[in-house]
C-alpha cells in the first residue's frame, strides 16, 4: 500500500495531486514551534523539497512546544536538527537545511524556484520582508503567529493581497513568546493550519485560502474566519528592512539604542539617538535615513514619525537578525 494511499484516495487529490506535491519547491522559514508541527505534516503528504532557513538552536526551554527536537538535540542548530528528525519521517522529501537567519538580502535569491513560501519565524520585521518579495513574484505567503493562547493563520500574496495590504503600519509595541509566554498546544493548531493551507494551495484546492485569515481564540474558545480579497494595497511602498549588506556609503545610519543597550552599533559612521531624541534632530533631506533597533519595533515607530515629517527615504534594521 501507498505511503499516500488515505491522502491521494481523496477525489480532489488523487495521483494527479500527489505528483504536484512530489514536485513542489517549498520554502519554509523558521523550525521553531510552528514549524515544528507543520514541517512533519509537509513531509508527511509527500512535499518533493523544503528549503528550510532557522538561524537559533535549540534550547531546553524550547521543548515544551518545539516537539521535533528532544535532549539530545540541546545546544544544536534546530535546522540541521530538523533535517535530520524529518529523513527519519519520510527519506522520499528533500530537506536542505540552512542553518542561518534569512536576512534581507538573501531573500530575492532563497525564492527563486520556489512554488509557496510559510512564514513560521513569527517575527513581524520578517513577515514583512517576505510579503515584500512574493507579491511582486506572485509567489503565495502563508502566515502564522501566535502568543499565549492565541494566535492567527492567513494566506497572502500571489492571487490574493500582500501581507502590508492588510496591515500597512508596522507595529510600534508587541510582546513575543520570550516576554509574554504561550502554549504548546496553541502554536501546534496554528502550525498545523498553515500546513493545511499551504497543501491546499500545493494542490489548488477551492475554495483557496489565498486571501483568508483564521483567528484563533484558545482563552475565550473562539475561532474566526474572515476573508480579505480585496483589501487595497498601500499608496505608498512601506518602509523596507534592509541588513548590512545592503547599506551604503552614502546612508544616514540612526542607531536608536542606548551605548549600554549595545556598546557595538552595527558600523562605524552611526549617529546614537535615542527615541525621544528625534523630534529635535534636523534629519537630512536627500540621504537615505536607515533606523536601527534590536528588533524594528522601535525603527518601525521612528520611521513613522519620520514619514509624517515628509521624509520618504527611510529603512529599517532589526540588528537581532543581522
Not at 521543548?63 to 519520510?90: E, I, P, W, Y
Not at 492588510?166 to 520570550?178: D, E, R, V, Y
Request: hydrophobic share 45%.
Amino acid at each position: 500500500m501507498s505511503r499516500y494511499q488515505r491522502q491521494s484516495m481523496l477525489p480532489e487529490i488523487g495521483d494527479a495531486g500527489q505528483q504536484r506535491l512530489a514536485s513542489a519547491r517549498v520554502l519554509v522559514v523558521g523550525a521553531g514551534g510552528l514549524g515544528s508541527t507543520l514541517l512533519p505534516l509537509l513531509v508527511g503528504a509527500g512535499v518533493g523539497f523544503i528549503k528550510l532557513y532557522d538561524g537559533d538552536v535549540v534550547e531546553l526551554h524550547n521543548l515544551h512546544r518545539q516537539t521535533l527536537f528532544g535532549m539530545a538535540d540541546v545546544g544544536q542548530s534546530k535546522a540541521v536538527c530538523a533535517q535530520r528528525a524529518l529523513a527519519q519521517r519520510n527519506p522520499e522529501s528533500i530537506v536542505e537545511a540552512h542553518p542561518h537567519t534569512l536576512r534581507a538580502s538573501m531573500i530575492s535569491h532563497a525564492l527563486d524556484g520556489i512554488d509557496i513560501v510559510i512564514d513560521a519565524a513569527d517575527n513581524f520585521a520578517i513577515t514583512y520582508q517576505l510579503s515584500d518579495v512574493c507579491y511582486p513574484r506572485h509567489i503565495p505567503l502563508v502566515c502564522a503567529s501566535v502568543l499565549g493562547r492565541t494566535g492567527y493563520v492567513g494566506s497572502f500574496c500571489a492571487d490574493a493581497p500582500s501581507y502590508r495590504a492588510l496591515f500597512p503600519q508596522l507595529p510600534t509595541a508587541s510582546a513575543n513568546c520570550n516576554t509574554a509566554g504561550v502554549m504548546g498546544p496553541a502554536v501546534a493548531t496554528l502550525g498545523a493550519l498553515q500546513a493545511q493551507m499551504a497543501l491546499s494551495i500545493l494542490l489548488q484546492l477551492k475554495p483557496s485560502p489565498l486571501g483568508c485569515m483564521i483567528k484563533c481564540d484558545f482563552v475565550e474558545w473562539h475561532v474566526r474566519q474572515f476573508r480579505f480579497d480585496y483589501a487595497e494595497e498601500p499608496a505608498h511602498p512601506g518602509v523596507p528592512f534592509i541588513d548590512l549588506q545592503l547599506l551604503t556609503p552614502e546612508d544616514c545610519i540612526i542607531d536608536l539604542r542606548s551605548v549600554m543597550e549595545a556598546p557595538t552599533s552595527i558600523a562605524d559612521d552611526v549617529l546614537r539617538l535615542l527615541p525621544d531624541e528625534l523630534a529635535a534632530w534636523q534629519a537630512p533631506e536627500k540621504q537615505r535615513i536607515v533606523l536601527v533597533c534590536a528588533s524594528g519595533m522601535r525603527a518601525a515607530k521612528a520611521a513613522q514619525a519620520l514619514e509624517q515629517r515628509g521624509h520618504r527615504r527611510l529603512a529599517i534594521i532589526a540588528a537581532n537578525q543581522c
